[in-house]
């Protein structure tokens, strides 16, 4: 069975454009969350949907959205892009007990 | 404020060594989980614990779940360099805001000498 998949693998941007990045969760996983996470730390929580409905936010300004489509496969859009964004975006499917699957991420660098 | 304090930070031991990392909250998880990160990639689950006292087994490493369900432990026995990595523990719950947040540890870095 395929794991948790993500598109691009990589991606190069300069500040202030806009990125769109892709995920698709185990099949039969209904939610779909998103973290990034920065060089030397763990995981930050962004969001999960569940059933195409937001179920939990992190602590993350309101240049990064999200939504998930009927098929369960999710988008996160950041836009503005800083610095600061510069980060390995994962992407993680759930079904039962907050257990997360994830992805191979996407490295994101803004220039 | 971070819920979820993992120590040590940072640990280097010799193969054949056994070690045990901690993880540690002030609040109640109904499951808390286990991954192993390498660099570049995307964690990997290693285990879920649910009950309260739960331990369970995976070949060399040993998990188990406080009784109150605030803490947890992951302890390896004999440890190889392919243990090398860092070891996050993780769990999801609602928090001050009321919206649901999945909170990870701060790590711990494990490197294993040959």
């Known amino acids: 069975d395929a794991g948790v998949t993500q598109s691009p693998t990589h991606l190069i941007k300069t500040r202030g454009q806009h990125v769109t990045l892709r995920c698709s969760p185990i099949s039969g996983h209904k939610s779909v969350s998103w973290y990034q996470q920065v060089l030397g730390q763990g995981p930050q929580f962004i969001f999960q949907?569940?059933?195409?409905?937001?179920?939990g936010r992190g602590n993350f300004p309101d240049r990064f959205s999200a939504r998930q489509f009927p098929n369960y496969s999710s988008e996160l859009n950041v836009n503005a892009l800083l610095l600061g964004d510069s980060a390995l975006y994962l992407c993680a499917s759930s079904g039962i007990l907050d257990t997360q699957y994830f992805g191979p991420g996407t490295r994101l660098t803004v220039l | 404020t971070q819920l979820l304090e993992q120590s040590p930070q940072f640990l280097s031991i010799q193969e054949g060594e056994n070690l045990t990392v901690y993880c540690n909250s002030s609040s109640v998880f109904s499951s808390l989980q286990w991954y192993r990160q390498e660099p570049g990639e995307g964690p990997v689950l290693l285990v879920t614990v649910v009950t309260g006292g739960e331990v369970k087994k995976l070949k060399r490493l040993t998990f188990q779940f406080g009784d109150a369900r605030k803490d947890s432990s992951l302890h390896i026995t004999a440890a190889q360099p392919g243990d090398t990595g860092l070891y996050l523990c993780?769990?999801?719950?609602?928090?001050?805001?009321?919206?649901?947040?999945?909170?990870f540890g701060t790590g711990t870095r494990l490197k294993v000498l040959a």
């Open positions: 993780a769990g999801g719950g609602r928090w001050t805001s009321g919206t649901y947040k999945y909170i």
């Open positions: 949907y569940y059933e195409k409905e937001e179920r």
